[in-house]
């Protein structure tokens, strides 16, 4: 009798894999966005490509598209200035002070990526979940090196059916 009941889990097993296969097939790659600045403090560029992806024609106006870097790069130009001053002072005084001049570097970058985060969760809610599609602020290995840099992520909510008994 167990021997029954194993069986019967790999069955499920397996038609629970198909499914996850099926459904990965239907979802686009999400579109990575890279930072396009000339200067980067923790891994976060002080501005990203406002060139509209080919991925997300006929999904989103490129309007709309603008006007969400637009206000991502309105944040970075109003906080990453400052970041770099805070950095400057710390690495001249980190001799000095065991390096505790960076931990304002430090807070400052983490209040950045949290006013990003909940520019992007507004604009989610409002916008762009209705348009099947979800930003965020995310961490990936640079292409060149070993380093890690922050780039906007835009991936795609899939639609998933819903059962009308007639």
Excluded at 41 to 51: A, D, I, K, T
Excluded at 94 to 109: E, F, H, R
Excluded at 123 to 147: F, P
Aim: net charge negative; aromatic share 10%.
């Amino acid at each position: 009798m167990a021997d029954f009941d194993a069986i019967y889990e790999e069955e499920e097993i397996i038609d629970d894999n198909l499914e996850d296969q099926m459904h990965a097939t239907l979802v686009p790659e999400p579109i990575v966005i890279r930072g396009a600045g000339n200067m980067t403090v923790f891994g976060l560029s002080n501005r990203f490509n406002s060139e509209f992806p080919s991925g997300l024609v006929s999904r989103v106006a490129p309007e709309e598209f603008k006007a969400t870097i637009g206000r991502i790069n309105a944040v970075l130009k109003k906080t990453l200035p400052m970041n770099v001053k805070w950095l400057f002072c710390g690495c001249m005084c980190c001799c000095c002070t065991l390096g505790c001049s960076l931990w304002p570097v430090i807070c400052l970058s983490k209040r950045t990526q949290n006013t990003l985060d909940k520019l992007l969760e507004w604009e989610n809610s409002h916008l762009y979940q209705k348009l099947g599609l979800h930003w965020r602020l995310t961490k990936q290995q640079c292409d060149s090196n070993s380093m890690m840099e922050y780039v906007l992520l835009i991936e795609f909510i899939p639609k998933i059916p819903i059962y009308r008994p007639d």
